[in-house]
T-cell receptor
Framework: EVQLLESGGGLVQPGGSLRLSCAASEFTFSSYAMSWVRQAPGKGLEWVSGISGSGGSTYYADSVKGRFTISRDNSKNTLYLQVNSLRVEDTAVYFCAGVPGRLHWGNGMDVWGQGTTVTVSS | QSALTQPASVSGSPGQSITISCTGT?????????VSWYQHHPGKAPKLMIYEGSKRPSRISNRFSGSKSGNTASLTLSGLQAEDEADYYCCSYASSGTLVFGGGTKVTVL
């Protein structure tokens, strides 16, 4: 079964850092463009960052640019999101999601994980 | 990049059809055939329902259909069923090289 499994969330103080991971299984991970999408409590979905299948191209929402870094290790079938300088408003469930390589990276994300929770609070 | 505009809620009776609108600008919805729609049951992973504005993944029922006119995309649910009750989000690629979601629409089956 195609699967994405996020980990690395937790409680962190404002200004702190975390590294989120997303482990892929049962599909050709390197052929998928990947994104991180978050949902703050009581709010809607918000796209955070994206990366091409090779890792050579990365994309960020203005709200996280300069603070978050997306990367991937195709040899380990794993996607990462380094989140630095965390703010209270970054509190959310963070999902990883993938787009098949035959499609534009900004196209429909048809593989999703269950999410990992990041809570930023003092 | 501002969020796409969706109605906060839409409701219908079983068997009826409903349509959810998603209004953007000429910098996103209006310029690209890259609008997707997601169904999200709280606490679960979102599910892709429509991509490229009107295409359905093979596993998705043909009760779901998508369209676009100008800066507005739409998702139609036909033959409404109790299991369709969920939050629905549109998403578009934007000229800034980013993705933008709509605020979400809560669908209630009466």
């Amino acid at each position: 079964e195609v699967q994405l499994l996020e980990s690395g969330g937790g409680l962190v103080q404002p200004g702190g850092s975390l590294r989120l991971s997303c482990a892929a299984s049962e599909f050709t991970f390197s052929s998928y463009a990947m994104s991180w999408v978050r949902q703050a409590p009581g709010k809607g979905l918000e796209w955070v960052s994206g990366i091409s299948g090779s890792g050579g191209s990365t994309y960020y929402a203005d709200s996280v640019k300069g603070r978050f870094t997306i990367s991937r290790d195709n040899s380990k079938n794993t996607l990462y999101l380094q989140v630095n300088s965390l703010r209270v408003e970054d509190t959310a469930v963070y999902f990883c999601a993938g787009v098949p390589g035959r499609l534009h990276w900004g196209n429909g994300m048809d593989v999703w994980g269950q999410g990992t929770t990041v809570t930023v609070s003092s | 990049q501002s969020a796409l505009t969706q109605p906060a809620s839409v409701s219908g009776s079983p068997g009826q059809s409903i349509t959810i609108s998603c209004t953007g600008t000429s910098s996103d919805v209006g310029s690209y055939n890259l609008v997707s729609w997601y169904q999200h049951h709280p606490g679960k992973a979102p599910k892709l329902m429509i991509y490229e504005g009107s295409k359905r993944p093979s596993r998705i029922s043909n009760r779901f259909s998508g369209s676009k006119s100008g800066n507005t995309a739409s998702l139609t649910l036909s033959g409404l069923q109790a299991e369709d009750e969920a939050d629905y989000y549109c998403c578009s690629y934007a000229s800034s090289g980013t993705l933008v979601f709509g605020g979400g629409t809560k669908v209630t089956v009466l």
